[in-house]
């Protein structure tokens, strides 16, 4: 069953911290993105890697942190510099500048 | 930065009527993509248009992409209560996958 996963659904942050979001394709696609959404609003982009071990920073890059050590997975890190975290965090993968292909999201609350 | 323009930002229509949604660039588009994210999930691709002045028709769906390649349009005739969603357009970037969308048009559908 191909596809791609976020992990977890809901997740709660407090003051400070750092947490971790999962992304995983098994859909053997090079790049992978990262999108923040908040209420109403459209999707931006935080990061994308284009390939493993490669990374570009997109619009909104600050406070944030990812790693491609594996084709299949694409982690983001929210780091306690993330000043308005809160957000629903969408993971896509797509094979060049094709269709991309989203996951479930996550979305993050501060407590 | 190579933004598009949504219009318009909402739009509530009676069950039944017909819907467009536009998408503008100030620069030229090599292609253009299209995505409905239902409430509470996660973008799902429509389609992609990359001639100009291409149609495509999915059912009810009317997908334009301008002579110019600098618009696109989406057209839902005969609205039913399953088109309930945002529609993004999204332009690809020249040189990589990266997709910048659009701002979205919230429809709704009064039963």
């Known amino acids: 069953d191909g596809g791609i996963t976020q992990s977890p659904k809901y997740l709660f942050r407090k003051e400070g911290q750092n947490v971790t979001l999962s992304c995983e394709q098994n859909?053997?696609?090079?790049?992978m993105y990262w999108y923040r959404q908040d209420p109403g609003q459209g999707l931006r982009l935080i990061y994308y890697?284009?390939?493993?071990?490669?990374?570009q920073k997109g619009d909104i890059a600050e406070g944030y942190s990812v790693s491609r050590e594996k084709k299949e997975s694409f982690p983001l890190t929210v780091t306690s510099a993330q000043k308005n975290p809160t957000a629903f965090y969408l993971c896509a993968s797509s094979i060049g500048s094709g269709t991309q292909y989203f996951g479930p999201g996550t979305r993050l609350l501060v407590l | 930065g190579q933004q598009v323009m949504q219009i318009p930002q909402y739009q509530h229509v009676q069950e039944g009527e017909d819907f467009t949604t536009y998408c503008n660039s100030s620069?030229?588009?090599?292609?253009i993509q299209w995505y409905k994210q239902r409430p509470g999930g996660h973008p799902v691709f429509l389609i992609q248009?990359?001639?100009?002045?291409e149609v495509k028709k999915q059912k009810r769906l009317t997908f334009q992409f301008g002579e110019a390649k600098k618009n696109s349009s989406l057209h839902i005739t005969a609205t039913q209560t399953t088109d309930v969603g945002t529609y993004f357009c999204a332009r690809s970037n020249f040189g990589n996958e990266k997709l910048t969308f659009g701002t979205g048009t919230r429809l709704t559908i009064i039963p």
């Open positions: 859909l053997n696609h090079d790049a």
């Open positions: 248009l990359v001639k100009s002045g």
């Open positions: 890697s284009q390939i493993v071990n490669d990374f």
């Open positions: 620069t030229t588009l090599s292609n």
